[in-house]
């Protein structure tokens, strides 16, 4: 079983490109969790003027569901036990290489 909660961070390699979160967490964790009672992603305080864009797989600089900056942070929490579907959330960076904490509590 994955730690929980899931505490890790994940790095967004690419300006520009839409990254698969669940995938990135499985990347560096492959016993991550494919779904979550409470999802939170916080953009690194040190992140500078990078944007950072939660949006389905289709999203663009144009097209995008939740933008944050430094420090900021964006928090799901399901009505069902664990009824976030990581997978289904997409993240994309103005900057390149910039990191991005999850946390996710499986109950």
Same mark, same amino acid.
């Given at each position: 079983?994955?730690?929980?909660?899931?505490?890790?961070?994940?790095?967004?390699?690419? =300006?520009?490109?839409?990254?698969?979160?669940? =995938?990135?967490?499985?990347?560096?964790?492959?016993?991550?969790?494919?779904?979550?009672?409470?999802?939170?992603?916080?953009?690194?305080?040190?992140?500078?003027?990078?944007?950072?864009?939660?949006?389905?797989?289709?999203?663009?600089? !144009?097209?995008?569901?939740?933008?944050?900056?430094?420090?900021?942070?964006?928090?799901?929490?399901?009505?069902? !036990?664990?009824?976030?579907?990581?997978?289904?959330?997409?993240?994309?960076?103005?900057?390149?290489?910039?990191?991005?904490?999850?946390?996710?509590?499986? !109950?």
């Amino acid at each position: 079983m994955a730690d929980n909660p899931w505490m890790k961070c994940v790095t967004l390699t690419n =300006a520009n490109q839409n990254y698969n979160l669940l =995938a990135l967490m499985q990347a560096v964790d492959s016993r991550a969790p494919i779904s979550c009672h409470i999802l939170q992603l916080q953009l690194d305080p040190a992140a500078g003027s990078a944007k950072l864009r939660i949006l389905n797989q289709d999203g663009s600089d !144009t097209n995008w569901g939740i933008q944050i900056v430094a420090s900021q942070a964006f928090q799901v929490n399901s009505s069902g !036990t664990n009824s976030v579907p990581i997978g289904n959330y997409w993240l994309r960076c103005s900057v390149a290489g910039r990191i991005v904490g999850v946390f996710a509590l499986v !109950t």
